[in-house]
């Protein structure tokens, strides 16, 4: 762990540059933050006004600069106006502070980036390490750390003083947000529903530190259970994904990524570039990442919460025991419906439950299903009893209990038996007791002091299931996901030929010599200039053949007219050859023109697109989709970041709602899809070694009972 | 209104037969809440104990039987065991009660259904309305009336006595539900989200009185503003759509509904009937009923809070004002994800909003865009400052305040600036400001006293704002839902050729001449005996031709060889014939052989599928999807309740993934999509006309550019 960063997020001895007697200004609440949590004892470090204005702040000295500081200082935190900033960074240098966190905003965000830069390369050059600039900082109820500029009090206009910006108690999440405003409405939002912080890092402009620094900064951190995140981009998304991807082994992570509007900034040379979304490439890199998507602040809190106090299963089969029946199925429909399975009990449960229901022990109307409905006469004790009948039941792996305390006999001596059954199983289990009221509150909150996150409807619970069983599956996969892209290509010719075309297309034949070089199954074929040469190639290759327009410009060929297809002879080449030399010349094509491509023609198979585009954020993309007529019909397609593996590209063809097809169909036989993996992680290969290839897309790539065949491929080079 | 209705829901004088004073028993708790309610004065009528048991309960005189107690009863509340509930109905007929509900269960719900339909037919017999068995009853702040047996307090282990089952105040939601579970745990939610409640309604297993009855008799409610309903399950689907599309008018509707596991019940003599979900149908079902759907209960309680303090928008485009830029863009992802456009500003507000920015009077770093994020150092002033810009500003029809109160210059004044933007402007508004501790409470509820409906999250402000918008699209449709279903077939021969064949599938010429009664379009064909014959018809209708097996036992003709396609003189349909008829042999269909169909061969044009079955609770059903290979494959396709409108079947041409093929897609023209429309109509006829139809479809159906053609149509009948 690097010193500066643990003066950062640790710090011993901390200056505010910029504190202020006076409430208007921000660096007034934020040493009046750090005042209160030293001196009630959260903090117990030094602390450091600093401004030439003031002699006092607040009762404490105040330092007319950093130099007069008579300490060593472990973290500057710095809140003055934004031109002042670079003077007081060359302060920071001078004193040899290691860290600073630069609260004040004006830099970036409002379009000064020349100000940013200069105040980020004195910092770099002086060796200190910078969190922000626009940020709220840190704040951290372990060590009393309080950077926040909000008032934690406010009095209302009606003379009310209630408190505004609630101060978390020590507790083992930690929050990373690139909104200010969200941050602190989400630690509202968590300290009102009884969880506790372990720390929230506000990431500001990003300007040094780095999200995924400080992903890995708190991986490592023992107090740490689980890391939110609050998303709204990245710069260099590849890292943050190796960042994750390392630390979700140690910690589960969940990301809510905000801002789903489209860049449209895409060339739209191939479909494959113009139809994936920005939403679904963040969603796709999360996943490989291994971290957990949250599509609401409510799911992240509710995953966080179920991750911060649960160990992940080891399956995704539920039990649901209920009083409630209709909140029973309420729940199981929640847990169908996000991909986890409610298999029946086994049969020696059954069996329990029938003899128990005969001797009167649980209420005789009970079935021996799951959800298992104890019914609103069940008791608390018909809970623990039902609990022990369950016990050795085999063929789950989470457990929810929907213990509704409306009905008369359940008291909150259930949550002894709900924890028992815990504690004696060992499986990972949650709690719902559904409404606002006193009752529902002490039901959640005894749930919640035995370790069993609860929650108030039954959807969510089944949420937090759902969330459980995916972070067990990223962290049991065996590989990280590793950034292995090249800097320069491994065909040097293709950086030659890019530096002397103008329009960087890669055209024929060397996009086929390209494909050829990576093991791309290929039909026979020779780009050919005259009608005799046109006939000699396809008397050897074989009848029938396809003849295309070989052009720098024609992208869509077919809509052209450039491509004649099922030539049977000779005869037919010929006059074919002819009329599309006339189209080119109507076309006025001539100076595009370089030849025409006789193939053979292909078997008949299965049309599929597989292409790929560099995403200015993810880098080298992959997508895998319906191809030929249908790509744009169906928009049924899937992707990954590069590098794509061989159980990548499985998985890929699994997602296909095409699938069945591929896979063989109401008794057809499927196709080759061991060819097809490897189609797939050689075009992978392709854009991680060769940065020059800028889009490649294979459309469509035919794909047989065995083996298969490269049609059409595009190529654009950088 | 029925008085026996009025009698059941608004009671002047109750006997709860059954009142005990032993807390063990329900009879205990149900006299005791209706007695608190009378002592509080909410419940103004008169309330009679009757157990034989007992002289006194809890103090009242208690009488022997309901003949005994000396006054008119409008309502008698029923909790004693299921087997002495025939006398007490007998008692209650006696009695000249008009209504009753009955608490008690052991009925239907676990198989005594004899027991049931005894109930149901003393109190028929006898002119009383029963709602029950089996519920909860009746909660209504209003009118004081309180059936419920759920003991308000309790007190916990640790002696503790705290609110178990709150009680409501008075409000405007009016709550239907099919669980008493689910019912309680509601109130308890409504309740501690600070609202009130109109009635309670516990369907229990409505005997008699049913959801639809009750939807009606609350939408003529003065006092409902909004009817939400917890569904598991509906008898007769037709009458609950009539019922709410007519109150859907009057009164918002949305329906939580639970148990989404597939009822596996249908024939799968056609795709149709096996491909349908039985959750689509009620989704469908819903939606043509004109009710909103909610998929959790936040949900259901979140809509309902809109809908019952707003009035549904004019559009769809929603405005979004904030000083948190992250949660400005969490709203504007959560509105066009649900379909609600967030559409720029007008240049007159982009202006206005920048003049305000270079005079100061909003932040200089304000940009005029919607989302409108007044940034972090905006006070209650920016906001009102800002409302006053945006007043007059054209093209949006609902509008969303995120105000967070954590920044330090916003309190809870913005409340007024946000509630006079409201007033001015008359567009409805909801807010949000997120957070669990004081001061968001505060915000929240100073929104709502102002008749504003406030949200813990920007994502559940921005589903409120579709549900209204949801509403409005309803409530302006220009007809309701009407189940025009004839009892008889209005083609007679259909009753007739069921009773004459054993397994009753309609098979050629009959199923064409079906087709044909109701114009739709077939090829010329003609079914023939001989090889002779077969030659004839081909040579009439002109080459080439299709020939197809007849039979009435073989379902997927291609699979055991019995079409031949595309034969193009009198040679190959001899050839064909014979073959086909060794095929008959060989397969030993003799039996049910009919002989075999001779029909032109189509036209190519696109594939769909038009078919229709009966669901068991909705009746008939009618989809339209992608046919022929890709029937399976894509399962693309959509449903609807029949009868089916014009305006119905162009809705479903165009809720299909090839709509765009359809309507013309690349440059490629359209197809014929007023003859689809007359399919898919003239289907839904059949269907509706013809009970002795029970499943019926056209797969494929060739669309082309100008008409389309029948290729292959299976019917079913009953």
Redesign the interface.
């Known amino acids: 762990m690097p010193s500066s960063l643990r003066c950062l997020f640790d710090p011993k001895s901390i200056a505010v540059v910029g504190a202020s007697p006076d409430p208007s200004k921000l660096g007034y609440?934020t040493y009046l933050n750090l005042q209160a949590s030293k001196r009630n004892g959260a903090y117990r470090g030094r602390l450091y006004a600093v401004n030439p204005r003031h002699k006092e702040v607040l009762g404490d000295t105040c330092h007319p600069d950093l130099s007069s500081v008579p300490d060593e200082l472990d973290l500057a935190v710095i809140v003055v106006p934004s031109q002042h900033v670079p003077d007081v960074m060359n302060d920071v240098v001078r004193k040899g502070v290691p860290a600073a966190i630069i609260v004040s905003g004006g830099f970036s965000e409002?379009g000064n980036r020349d100000l940013e830069a200069e105040v980020i390369r004195i910092a770099s050059d002086g060796g200190v390490r910078v969190l922000g600039p626009n940020t709220l900082g840190l704040l951290d109820p372990h060590n009393g750390v309080d950077t926040f500029?909000?008032?934690e009090w406010?009095r209302?206009?009606?003379g009310?003083e209630?408190?505004?910006?609630?101060k978390p108690k020590p507790g083992h999440l930690t929050l990373l947000?690139?909104?200010?405003?969200?941050g602190?409405?989400?630690i509202?939002?968590i300290?009102?529903?009884g969880a506790g912080l372990r720390a929230f890092v506000g990431l500001g402009n990003q300007a040094d530190v780095s999200m995924d620094e400080v992903v890995s900064y708190y991986a490592e951190d023992d107090r740490t259970r689980a890391i939110l995140m609050?998303v709204?981009g990245v710069r260099d998304g590849r890292k943050l994904m190796e960042a994750c991807s390392v630390a979700s082994k140690r910690k589960p992570i969940v990301a809510?990524k905000?801002?789903?509007?489209e860049s449209g900034m895409r060339a739209a040379f191939t479909h494959t570039a113009s139809m994936v979304g920005q939403v679904e490439v963040y969603s796709m890199a999360f996943r490989q990442g291994g971290v957990i998507e949250a599509?609401?602040?409510?799911e992240l809190f509710d995953a966080g919460k179920a991750l911060s106090m649960l160990q992940p299963p080891e399956g995704d089969r539920a039990l649901i025991i209920t009083?409630?029946?209709?909140?029973g199925?309420?729940a199981?429909?929640?847990c169908?419906?996000m991909g986890l399975k409610v298999p029946p009990l086994d049969a020696r449960a059954v069996e329990t439950l029938k003899r128990l229901a005969l001797t009167g022990r649980i209420p005789s109307?009970v079935s021996p299903n799951n959800p298992l409905d104890l019914t609103?006469s069940a008791s608390s004790l018909t809970f623990k009893v039902a609990s022990e009948a369950l016990i050795g039941a085999a063929g789950f792996d989470v457990c929810l209990f929907l213990t509704?305390?409306?009905?008369?006999a359940v008291?909150?001596?259930v949550v002894d038996a709900v924890s028992w059954f815990r504690n004696t199983c060992g499986k990972p289990t949650v709690a719902c007791d559904?409404?606002?009221?006193?009752?529902?509150r002490?039901m959640r909150s005894k749930y919640e002091a035995y370790g069993i996150p609860a929650y108030?409807?039954?959807?969510?619970a089944a949420r937090a299931l759902h969330f459980l069983s995916k972070y067990g599956q990223y962290r049991s996969r065996p590989e990280t996901w590793r950034d292995t892209q090249s800097q320069r290509d491994r065909l040097p010719w293709l950086a030659e030929f890019s530096s002397r075309e103008r329009d960087r297309a890669l055209y024929e034949p060397y996009a086929s010599e390209l494909l050829k070089q990576y093991g791309l199954p290929l039909l026979p074929c020779e780009v050919v200039g005259d009608a005799d040469s046109a006939v000699r190639v396809a008397d050897e290759i074989g009848y029938p053949v396809a003849m295309k327009v070989v052009a720098t410009t024609v992208s869509h060929k077919t809509?052209v007219g450039g491509v004649s297809l099922g030539l049977r002879d000779s005869i037919e080449v010929r006059r074919r050859f002819g009329a599309m030399m006339a189209m080119v010349d109507r076309l006025g094509l001539r100076d595009s023109f370089r030849g025409i491509l006789v193939q053979k023609m292909a078997e008949p198979g299965f049309e599929l697109l597989i292409g790929s585009y560099r995403d200015p954020f993810f880098g080298p993309i992959v997508t895998l989709g319906a191809g030929g007529t249908y790509t744009?019909?169906?928009?049924d397609y899937t992707l990954r970041v590069a590098p794509v593996t061989p159980s990548d590209a499985d998985q890929m063809m699994k997602e296909l709602?095409?699938s069945?097809?591929l896979e063989g169909?109401?008794g057809m036989p499927g196709y080759d899809l061991e060819c097809l993996r490897n189609v797939i992680v050689q075009l992978s290969s392709v854009m991680i070694e060769n940065p020059s290839v800028a889009q490649l897309e294979i459309n469509p790539f035919l794909l047989h009972r065995s083996g298969g065949a490269v049609i059409d491929a595009k190529v654009l080079l950088r």
């Not at 905000?258 to 509007?261: K, L, V």
């Not at 509704?404 to 008369?408: D, E, G, I, Q, S």
Request: hydrophobic share 35%; aromatic share 6%; no cysteine.
């Open positions: 609440d409002v500029f909000l008032p406010k209302t206009t009606d009310v209630a408190i505004s910006s609630p947000s690139q909104s200010g405003g969200v602190a409405a989400l509202d939002y300290v009102g529903s609050y709204e809510l905000a801002g789903r509007t599509s609401t602040i409510e009083n409630g029946g209709g909140a199925v309420i199981a429909d929640a169908e419906q109307t609103g509704l305390h409306h009905a008369p008291y909150d001596d559904v409404g606002e009221a006193e009752w529902a002490i108030p409807t039954p959807d969510r809509d744009e019909l169906l928009r709602r095409i069945r097809v169909y109401r």
